[in-house]
């Protein structure tokens, strides 16, 4: 079982930010910026290049409703997801990374 799965079924700690059904937010454990939070599917998709198209539109209800939540919706925040070897994706397991409360920079490196 992949270390998201293991986050989402409770096995590794993981501080919750929000969560639903169909989804979980929680912190980054290694944070890049003041706000870093990682979004996943429950069900687990290996990254963004499989995920039926329906599953998607909900989670960018679910990323909607972080950044409110979180207050970063007015400042702005960058949405990240790595995808593969050359996209640099470490954890095979679909997440979007939700950066913020501070200025991000141009370009990500
Ligand atoms: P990737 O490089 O795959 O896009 O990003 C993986 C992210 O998962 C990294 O930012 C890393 O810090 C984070 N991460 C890896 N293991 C854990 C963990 O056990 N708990 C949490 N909260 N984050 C993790
Ligand atoms: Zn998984």
């Known amino acids: 079982m992949c270390i998201f799965c293991k ?4 096995e590794i700690p993981s501080q919750t930010i929000l969560e639903d059904e ?3 937010a929680f912190n980054d454990i290694n944070p890049s910026k003041k706000v870093h939070i990682l979004v996943i599917p429950k ?3 290996d990254s963004f290049d499989v995920i039926p198209p ?9 990323i909607q409703k972080l950044v409110s ?3 970063i ?6 949405l990240i997801t790595n995808i593969g070897v050359d996209g640099g994706q470490e ?6 990374h939700v950066l913020g409360g501070e200025k991000v920079g141009k370009m990500v490196s």
């Open 91 to 96: 954890v095979k397991h679909l997440h979007f």
């Open 54 to 62: 329906k599953i998607m539109a909900s989670m960018t209800e679910f």
């Open 43 to 45: 069900e687990h998709y």
């Open 73 to 78: 919706k007015n400042s702005g925040y960058r």
């Open 22 to 24: 169909n989804f979980l």
């Open 7 to 10: 986050i989402i079924n409770g």
């Open 69 to 71: 939540k979180v207050g």
